[in-house]
């Protein structure tokens, strides 16, 4: 009777039945496995949210802003006599709230000087990097005593002998790449150079057959 069955049409039709019921099943759960991985991603979005909330919550509290405009503090009294020192004029930092366009609140830090020159715009810049040094030793914090910088040839000469004598018993390591007739000839006599660059010698020989 069995062999029968195997031989008939009614068989192989169960047959086709059965592989197709199997590929239903393998579909399903792959979709099952696609449907429990949004669901878990969805989970971690929820959490990621509620922490979110909570670190937006501290943020913007009146406690973190108190200590945010205590630290400011600190750190503009480092700024602005640096500024000071070096180019005769008081720089400060500043930060207003805003909100993004996902609708979310951030601090926004700038300095009061907007309209600056060229050249006035790079001094504010290393007067920030060398305020940010003096303020972690300050406050014991870790950071790099190097400072690599660029476009000082914008710079006035003055300001640029002005920061060399400050750093120099800072245990500060300020290295400028600067075009050689952009520096002093008093700047250069004292200046550590490491390389210099020309047509006939460039950073990278490359040498064609």
Not at 93 to 104: E, G, M, P, T, V
Not at 128 to 147: R, V
Not at 174 to 180: E, F, Q
């Amino acid at each position: 009777m069995s062999l029968k069955i195997s031989k008939g049409d009614s068989f192989e039709e169960l047959e086709k039945i059965i592989i197709a019921l199997n590929e239903k099943y393998r579909t399903k759960g792959e979709y099952e496995s696609i449907i429990s991985q949004l669901n878990e991603v969805d989970t971690n979005i929820d959490a990621l949210k509620s922490e979110i909330k909570t670190i937006d919550d501290f943020l913007f509290s009146d406690d973190f802003e108190n200590v945010l405009k205590h630290q400011l503090k600190k750190f503009n009294k480092h700024f602005s006599a640096i500024s000071f020192e070096l180019y005769g004029e008081k720089y400060a930092l500043k930060y207003d709230k805003s909100i993004n366009k996902n609708k979310q609140q951030f601090y926004k830090f700038s300095a009061f000087n907007a309209n600056m020159s060229s050249g006035k715009k790079q001094g504010e810049i290393l007067c920030f990097d060398l305020a940010y040094i003096l303020f972690a030793d300050e406050e014991g914090l870790p950071c790099l005593h190097f400072l690599l910088n660029d476009k000082k040839e914008l710079m006035h000469d003055n300001q640029l002998i002005n920061v060399a004598d400050f750093v120099k018993d800072k245990n500060i390591q300020l290295v400028v790449s600067i075009l050689k007739d952009k520096l002093p000839d008093s700047l250069l006599e004292k200046a550590h150079v490491i390389v210099k660059l020309s047509q006939d010698s460039k950073l990278f020989m490359i040498e064609q057959n």
